[in-house]
């Protein structure tokens, strides 16, 4: 590696440490955002405090040892008139609503399973059928009570949570009923609606607001409705907007928690306008002030999307990690949200839920950008994987090969590609090795530092006279360098790696694992990795021979060392990453050696000093900027002189 090499390696490091601290937050703004957190668990925890509360005095309404112990003793019929006065003085309209027993509506399609709470009228759990955990359980994007989806409203000067009220449920069309399940077929589709009905309710003047969901054979998108009619009298005539409560606990769904833990956060899309997210790496809250057309609780491989037809109004967005004790759980997801409402007539708001895995081209289908939740990096990386690297690996991923085998094609595929860099490379480098007697001789006759200008004036002319450009090296080596990155993103995000196992690899998506270790090294972790360990080598290996074979004499003090301790700290970096990427790299080691012997013999370099020769007994022009920099430097001499 020579020195332009070195040196671009080490510009591109310090962009990326300068990027790191300016995106550093400022104390006052650690500040301002535990702030909002704490405000937001505060408002969220009186909340459940008083959902808990709401559902036990609804339960112990037909219970004399419940809300009103005081009343055991006073005669049945008059105690549960009592109970029945309390009731309608805390739920209004809706008193009858909030009597009832829970139950549970099962629906199944080819890619879904769902399960609707009777109470509530929400999803109590999403499991995805085509998939397993990486534990090889059947994957559960959230279940259990800790996930809320509550609608709140004023109602004769109440608040009413949908979360307290008890759903009646019909088929609209398709497969009936029957124990409570219904199962669809690929090309079938199920409309079900959940009802609840105030006190003035009749058959005549029907009033009622439905949850309707929509489930169709062959699809994770799920349409969700919310229905109103004959209720302008019941919810409050000066509301405009309907409170949407959105709390979603992730679930761990892949082998290393803490790489899901890295990329799990909450994706939105404003109206008309870009997608953004929440930072992945710290807990964080957003208020989304303008129109939003989708949140999506996002994980390293499957998502939880809710999506408007039209838009919502506002939103308030936040995540919550958990610690490691908790360890099948990642993070708590909340969304609140203003949905428009129009409270002079009956409204349709049209919503859809989509379920499913983060794959580029499904997502890309809906034409709604949530494949924009896959991180494949900044734009041109991005531009790289999109229009070059994804269509590549679903082109070779159609002759159903083993993954490590399309990676093996895709590496030499693009090493063909940089082929032509990669030899204007080595061939700079040949035409500076060839120069490196002429430069040990200028090194021998200005050895001072006080002559380094001169020295790096004889340089410059040797370089012109020469017909050699000491930067031509340096070009190609960044135009290779996207592509480095772009892979870099792309195969911790590919969801085509999940789970696929290529020979002691498990799991291409995640670490790869030949021994496991009874204690946690530092910085390094539990495990070892053997991609790692060989990517590893054949870096430490092609430093050595890009040493050898392209040593120029120019290298600065102590780079050495610094080349040999890179991949020392890729081993620790890489220990937990994708072993897809880890694999990837040390395929495009083992193709660089033999790229690197290839060029030994195609690449004459006593031709190449011959030609050197004759370009040095050619009368050479000064350049504008050689001849101010010979101008600067006889400035710098007088200046000594007067001092002296």
Known sequence: MNRDNIIGLILIFVILIGFGILNTPSEEERQELRRKQDSIMAARQAEQDRIREAERAAADTTDLNGMMPEIQDIDPERSDSIREAALRDRMGYFASAARGEQEYITLESEKLRLKISRKGGHLKLVELKEFLTWDKKPLILFEGDDNIFNIQFYSANRIISTSDLYFDYHIKSGHSLVDNHAAIGLNDSLVIGLRVFPDNHTPENPRFIEFEYTLRGDDYMVGFNINTQGVQ????????????????????????????????????????????????????????????????????????????????????????????????????????????????????????????????????????????????????????????????????????????????????????????????????????????PDIDELNKKFPKKEDAMKKQQAQMALYKKAGVNPLSGCVPMLLQLPILIAMFRFFPASFELRQEAFLWADDLSSYDSIFDLPFTIPWYGDHVSLFTLLMTASTIIYTRMNSQMMNTGTQMPGMKTMLYMMPVMLLFIFNSFASGLSYYYFLTNVITFAQMYSFRFIIDEDKIRARIEENKKKPVKKSGWQKRLEDMAKQQQQQKKKKK
């Open 233 to 436: 009298d019941v919810i409050a005539t000066n509301t405009t907007i309907l409170n949407l409560d959105w709390q979603v606990d992730l679930q761990r769904l892949e082998k290393s928690r803490r790489n899901e833990m890295n990329v799990s956060t909450i994706y939105y899309k404003f109206f008309n306008d870009d997608v953004e997210r929440l930072r992945e790496t710290r807990d964080g809250t957003q208020n989304l002030s303008t129109s939003v057309r989708w949140i999506s609780f996002k994980q390293q491989f499957f998502s939880s999307v809710l999506i408007a037809d039209q838009s919502f109004s506002s939103a308030v967005v936040t995540t919550q990690s958990y610690d490691e004790s908790r360890e099948e759980l990642l993070k708590r997801m909340s969304a609140n949200i203003d949905i428009p409402y129009n409270a002079r007539a009956n409204n349709n708001i049209g919503m859809n839920f989509y379920f499913g895995p983060n794959h580029f081209n499904t997502l890309n289908a809906y034409d709604l950008k949530l494949e924009e939740q896959i991180p494949l990096g900044w734009t041109l990386f991005r531009w790289i994987n999109r229009f070059f690297v994804i269509p590549v690996f679903n082109y070779l991923d159609s002759f159903n090969l083993n993954y490590g085998i399309i990676i093996l094609i895709l590496t030499v595929m693009l090493k063909l590609i940089l082929f032509p860099i990669a030899y204007k490379t080595y061939l700079s480098s040949a035409r500076m090795r060839v120069l490196k």
